[in-house]
């Protein structure tokens, strides 16, 4: 079969001119099972990539349409430049093809009235429109239907400082979720205003970068004592093992890690790891990159489900699945990988809270 350019495919092309959720969910569907053909054909890095290219047409034609229905319903046109912001797996472009929401809004200027009437309607109306689409809302409701997601940019700028400054979990958590931030429609300047509020709180912020060292290191154990994989033992996926949690997030934290240490401003893992590699003061990280990609392949070749054309997975590798013994091999070099750098990290750890005592 002959192979076309992504970004020539009609299918592609027509979500950004879908005319209401409904038509907008089913053109998504019809890119969805293209892509699923295309699995495990093409390098994971572009796989994953051409996914987020559709999330992201997807997110800017739900802009779009919450515009028009604004209109409609007599809210007129938006009262002043915003941004619509992503964050998670959306924000690193990782999104599998089930992810949930995870966004947010930036608004131009100092709150008034007006922008507050208009911009609660908007976020909640493209929440819905994004859930109507096929996008489940977050469980942890970083949405930009929620006030703490949903702020001008001086209203940022101030709930940044006071998370920084407060170096408790849950404002370094928060923190955390806000580091993967990334631009996809609206007002470019806006985001990139935020962004330079943000890496700037972390410059020669040794306490912070410990802080978010503190919340880094803390990880379920995946290996026994003698480097076995430990698999689920009781419930609905005993026997399989929880890849998400496992392997993929805790590389993507150690990376983040070094990011913020070296006021790297990428939000993806793999070009982190680039931005990292060019400093070239650290060994491992080739072994990162290879670990993080077959965390990745792992991560979207999870069973799922479907329904009225849209996906569902638990992110756990079946139990069947891990009876292949290349799967099992690449799994435990990649655990045994990531119990290395904790280790290491945990020592960073010790030695910084030393210094700051």
Known sequence: MERTEWNEDERLLSITTAG???ELRGRRAACQQALL????????????????????MVAAAAVNICEA??????????????????????????????????NGLIVEGEPDDLKRTYFTA??????????????????????????LWRKTLPEWKEQLSSWMSQMEWEPVRYLIIASDMRHVAGSAELSAEWREAFH??????????????????????????LGQVLTERFGDYAGGFDIKYGVYIPLVNIVRHLALLHAVQDSST???????????????????????????????????????????SSDYISENDLKNKQLMSELRESLLLVRRLHRALQRQLRSAERRQS
């Open 20 to 22: 209401s959720p409904q």
């Open 37 to 56: 053909e295309q699995l495990n054909v093409i390098p994971i890095e572009e796989w994953v990539s051409r996914v987020n290219a559709m999330h992201d």
């Open 69 to 102: 229905q604004m209109k409609e319903a007599g809210y007129g046109p938006p009262p002043c430049a915003y941004s619509f912001i992503v964050f998670g797996s959306a924000g690193r472009e990782e999104s599998t093809l089930w992810s949930d929401q995870d």
């Open 122 to 147: 908007f976020g909640e109306l493209l929440s819905d429109v994004l859930e109507a689409a096929g996008y489940e809302k977050c469980d942890g409701r970083v949405m930009c239907s929620e006030p």
């Open 200 to 225: 700037a709180g972390f410059a020669d912020n040794e306490k912070l970068t410990t802080a978010v060292l503190r919340n880094t290191v803390r990880h379920k154990a995946t290996l026994n004592l």
């Open 270 to 312: 793999l070009k982190r790891i680039e931005r990292l590699s060019d400093l070239d003061k650290y060994e491992h990280l080739e072994e990162i990159r290879a670990a993080f990609l077959t965390a990745l392949r792992m991560r979207v070749n999870t069973p799922y489900t479907e329904q009225d054309g849209l996906l569902s």
